[in-house]
């Protein structure tokens, strides 16, 4: 146990001052992982592993630089340029996970989305943002 401590101990010693991971990294392993398996499912294997290598170089250099503001900046840019598409996937996400409780509906004014339970019949449905009112059944 006394290694473990004093391993654990210079590692924190080693990471002090460091980037360490975030969003951007992550994506880049998943990136990573994904052309790989892509180049061993076509055969495109050699020229697919160097990229996937290549990817994850950058991420260990990334976690490891001690320019924490540069790469932070990198990660804000990443997150303002995929904003969109991360909304949108979330939104995804919590309609398949919520589609036996909730019908959804675009309101035909502001085209916001709207959710109303499930089995209530013919309802008015107001919008919260424009104030809209239509009837759908639910």
């Known amino acids: ?27 880049m392993v998943i990136a990573a992982l994904v052309v790989t398996l892509i180049g061993a499912l076509t055969g495109t294997r050699v020229v697919l592993t160097v ?9 260990f250099v990334r976690m490891l630089s001690k320019d924490r503001l540069r790469r932070a900046h990198e990660n804000q840019v990443f997150l303002e340029k995929t904003a969109g598409i991360r909304k949108a996937v979330v939104e995804w996400y919590n309609r398949m996970k919520n589609m036996r409780k909730y019908h959804y509906f675009t309101c035909p004014k502001c085209k916001k989305r709207l959710r109303v339970p ?3 019949g013919q309802v008015t449905i107001t919008c919260k943002e424009c104030g809209e009112k239509f009837d759908r059944k639910a």
């Open 1 to 27: 146990m006394k290694f473990l401590d004093t391993l654990r101990e210079k590692i924190a010693h080693f990471m002090s001052g460091r980037y360490g991971s975030d969003q951007l990294s992550f994506t």
């Open 51 to 59: 990229v996937a290598d290549v990817l994850l170089i950058l991420v």
């Open 118 to 120: 499930r089995g209530i």
